[in-house]
C-alpha cells in the first residue's frame, strides 16, 4: 500500500499535466471556433459581415481577458489553484454554450466579454501549479507538453468552420459548450493542489497581512529590472502571435484563394503541429541546456524568436501554398520553443510565492498587444493590406529578441529569495 502511494506521488505530478492539457484545449478551442465561424455566423447576424465589426468582437475578449489576467495572477498565489482551474472551466463553458444562443452582435460581445473574465483566471493558477509540481529538470518539458494542449484547442478550433458547415454554429457551440461542463466535474474528483510549506502559507490565508501582502509582491516584481526585461519580451512576440490566432485563416483564405471552410483548418492544423513539435523541443533542449549553461533557457527562447522572423515575411508576401504553409510551419515551431520556456525563464528571477503574479502581469501585457494588432489587422483586412502588415510584425520580434539576449542574465534556475 505505501509502494503504491509512493508511487502514485512519483507520477502525480505527470498526472496534472495530463488533466491540465484538457482545459488547455477546451481553453484555446472554445475562444478560438469564433475567427473561422465568421461565413456561417454572418448569416444570421448581419454586423459580422464586417471585418472590422469582427476585429472589435475578437478584441473585446483580449481587452477583458489582459486587465484580468493580473488580478487572476493574484488570486491564484492567495487561493486553491484546483478550485480556481474549475470554476474558471465551468464558466467559460458555459458561456460557450450560451453563445448558441445568441441572436444580435451585442448578444455575442458581451459573452465573450465574460469569456475574457472567465479564461483569464486558468493560465496563471495552472502554469504556477505545473512549476510547483515539477522540479528543474522537467519544468520546461512539462511547460511545453501543457501548452501543445493549447496548440490541440486552437487546431481544433480551426474545424468550428467544418462543422457548422455540417450541421450549424449554434450546435457547435452548444457542443463543446457541454464537453466542457462535464470536464470540470472530472477535475473535482482528480485534481489536487501543490501542497507544501511554502503553498501552505499562502492558500486560503485571511490573516490582516494579506492586502499587505499583495503590495509588497507587486513592489517586488516592479522593482525587479530582469522583470520589466521579461514584460517587454513577451508582449512584443505576442503581437504576431496573435495575429496568426485570429487573422491567419483569413489571410490563407485570400492569399490562396480558397474558401474559409478549408483556410481554417489548414492555417490552424499547420501553427498547431509545429507550436505542438516546437514545445516539445523547445522543452526538452531547454531542461538539457539549462543544466550546463545557467541561460539556456534564454538562449533557448532566443533560437525559437530567431525562426518567426523571417517566416513572417513570408507569410505576409507568399502567394503558393507551398511557401505559405512552409513559413506558417517555420513560425509555430519558433513559437513553440518561446512558448515553453516563458514561465521557466520567470522562475529563474521571481520566487515561487509570486509566480502566479508575475505571470498574471506578463499576460496582460502580451494580450494587450494581441487586443491592439487584432483591431489593427481588423482594419488592415478591410483595406486590402493584410499581408503586408503580417509581414512589417519581423521587424519589432528583432528589437524583442536583441533585448531578450543582451538583458536577461540568470544566476539561478530557481529563484527563491524575497
Known amino acids: 500500500m505505501v509502494a503504491t502511494q509512493s508511487k502514485f506521488r512519483k507520477y502525480y505530478p505527470w498526472i496534472v499535466v495530463g488533466l491540465l492539457w484538457v482545459v488547455a484545449l477546451l481553453n484555446y478551442m472554445d475562444r478560438q ?13 448581419s454586423e459580422l459581415q464586417s471585418a472590422t465589426n469582427f476585429g472589435y468582437l475578437m478584441g473585446i475578449f483580449l481587452w477583458i481577458y489582459g486587465l484580468m489576467s493580473p488580478v487572476a495572477g493574484i488570486i491564484a498565489d492567495k487561493f486553491d489553484r484546483k478550485w480556481i482551474i474549475v470554476s ?6 458555459g458561456v460557450t454554450y450560451a453563445m448558441g444562443y445568441a441572436d444580435t452582435f451585442q ?17 496563471p493558477a495552472s502554469l504556477s501549479l505545473i512549476a510547483d509540481f515539477h522540479e528543474d529538470k522537467t519544468r520546461s518539458l512539462a ?5 501543445t494542449g493549447l496548440y490541440m484547442g486552437q487546431a481544433l478550433g480551426g474545424f468550428g468552420a467544418t462543422i457548422a458547415a455540417t450541421y450549424s454554429w449554434h450546435t457547435t457551440f452548444h457542443t463543446f459548450g457541454l464537453i466542457g461542463i462535464a470536464y470540470s466535474v ?6 489536487r493542489e501543490k501542497k507544501d510549506a511554502a503553498a501552505t502559507a499562502n492558500i486560503n490565508s485571511l490573516n490582516p497581512e494579506d492586502k499587505t501582502s499583495v503590495l509588497k509582491g507587486l513592489g517586488v516584481l516592479f522593482t525587479n529590472i530582469s522583470f520589466w526585461v521579461i514584460l517587454f519580451y513577451f508582449a512584443i512576440p505576442s503581437l504576431p502571435g496573435w495575429a496568426t490566432k485570429n487573422w491567419l485563416p483569413t489571410l490563407f483564405a485570400q492569399n490562396l484563394n480558397i474558401d474559409m471552410a478549408t483556410a481554417g483548418p489548414l492555417s490552424t492544423i499547420t501553427i498547431a503541429a509545429s507550436s505542438f513539435l516546437g514545445v516539445i523541443f523547445g522543452g526538452i533542449l531547454s531542461d538539457r541546456w539549462v543544466q550546463k549553461n545557467i541561460r539556456g533557457r534564454v538562449y533557448t527562447s532566443a533560437i525559437g524568436l530567431g525562426l518567426t522572423i523571417p517566416s513572417l515575411l513570408l507569410i505576409g508576401f507568399g502567394d503558393s501554398l507551398f511557401n505559405v504553409m512552409g513559413a506558417a510551419f517555420c513560425f509555430g515551431f519558433g513559437y513553440g520553443m518561446f512558448d515553453a520556456n516563458n514561465m521557466p525563464i520567470l522562475c529563474q528571477f521571481v520566487s515561487a510565492k509570486y509566480r502566479a503574479t508575475a505571470y498574471g502581469l506578463m499576460n496582460m501585457t502580451g494580450v494587450f498587444a494581441g487586443a491592439f494588432i487584432t483591431d489593427l489587422l481588423g482594419k488592415s483586412t478591410d483595406a486590402g493590406n493584410l499581408g503586408k502588415s503580417f509581414a512589417m510584425l519581423a521587424g519589432i520580434v528583432v528589437v524583442a ?10 544566476k539561478v534556475n530557481n529563484f527563491v529569495n524575497a
Open 107 to 123: 448578444e455575442l460581445y458581451w459573452l465573450r466579454a465574460i469569456m475574457g473574465v472567465s479564461e483569464a483566471l486558468y493560465i
Open 186 to 191: 472530472v477535475l473535482i474528483f482528480f485534481l
Open 401 to 410: 529578441l536583441l533585448v531578450q539576449l543582451y538583458f536577461l542574465r540568470p
Open 143 to 147: 511547460i511545453g507538453i501543457h501548452m
Open 88 to 93: 474558471s472551466l465551468f464558466v467559460w463553458s
Open 33 to 45: 471556433m469564433l475567427s473561422t465561424m465568421r461565413p456561417s455566423m454572418e448569416v444570421d447576424i
